[in-house]
């Protein structure tokens, strides 16, 4: 069974930082990769999908990148914002037609 | 307008009773899921339907059903609801098709207290 874990739980920078998400996958035979966005009490917004044959994806500031073979992907934000606070969550997709298994997210606190 | 919207948001029934959440889609998509979200669980899938006659059961569908009343339509009941049904309900859509087609999407969320 794929089991989805996101580390840290919860991260709080200064504005204007780098930071990295982490999100590791125990099975590395997967279709593809989506990470999302969660405000609080709200539903999950997309941010990137990257396919198992990509290694990267970038969108404005975000960066994801995809490392099958060791389970790993990685959200690198650049320059943080206050309004970058939200939970970030990973997903994975097994096979093509298949569904989603989550990880449990970090929750990202960027202060003023 | 959203996408993907859900009614109600907030609901606060009593244990034993039946309750229908819906979840309504304008995005033209042919896949809908069923999701809750509990604290220190992640979301977990309920149900799922790749079309208007394809009902699935995902990781945790017992004391859920659902129907897909048309390709836009999804809807959640919990026949008799009992206290740890009580959580975050997200209904999602997927296209289905293409490298992105699975890309899914997801409703505002309805917040349920079984009490």
């Known amino acids: 069974k794929q089991e989805v874990t996101q580390i840290p739980a919860a991260l709080s920078v200064p504005e204007g930082e780098n930071l990295v998400l982490n999100c590791s996958f125990t099975?590395?035979?997967?279709?593809?990769l989506q990470w999302f966005r969660q405000d609080p009490g709200k539903g999950l917004t997309s941010l990137l999908l990257?396919?198992?044959?990509?290694r990267e994806q970038t969108s404005g500031r975000l960066n994801a990148s995809l490392d099958k073979s060791s389970g790993r992907s990685t959200l690198y934000i650049a320059a943080s914002q206050p309004g970058d606070s939200a939970t970030y969550l990973c997903?994975?997709?097994?096979?093509?037609?298949?569904?989603?298994?989550f990880g449990k997210g970090t929750m990202l606190l960027v202060s003023p | 307008d959203a996408d993907v919207t859900q009614t109600p948001r907030n609901r606060i029934t009593k244990t034993g009773k039946r309750i229908m959440l819906e979840c309504s889609q304008t995005?033209?998509?042919?896949?809908m899921y069923w999701y809750r979200q509990d604290p220190g669980l992640g979301l977990r899938l309920i149900y799922y339907?790749?079309?208007?006659?394809?009902?699935n059961k995902g990781e945790i569908s017992d004391g859920y059903s659902v129907s897909r009343q048309a390709q836009a339509k999804f809807s959640l009941s919990l026949e008799s609801a009992i206290p740890n049904q009580t959580a975050l309900y997200f209904c999602?859509?997927?296209?289905?098709?293409?490298?992105?087609?699975?890309?899914?999407?997801f409703g505002p969320g309805t917040r349920l207290t079984v009490l």
């Open positions: 999602a859509t997927s296209r289905g098709e293409g490298p992105v087609g699975n890309e899914q999407f």
């Open positions: 099975d590395s035979a997967i279709y593809n």
């Open positions: 990257i396919q198992s044959s990509q």
């Open positions: 997903a994975v997709r097994r096979v093509r037609y298949s569904t989603l298994t």
């Open positions: 995005k033209g998509h042919d896949r």
């Open positions: 339907s790749f079309d208007v006659k394809d009902i």
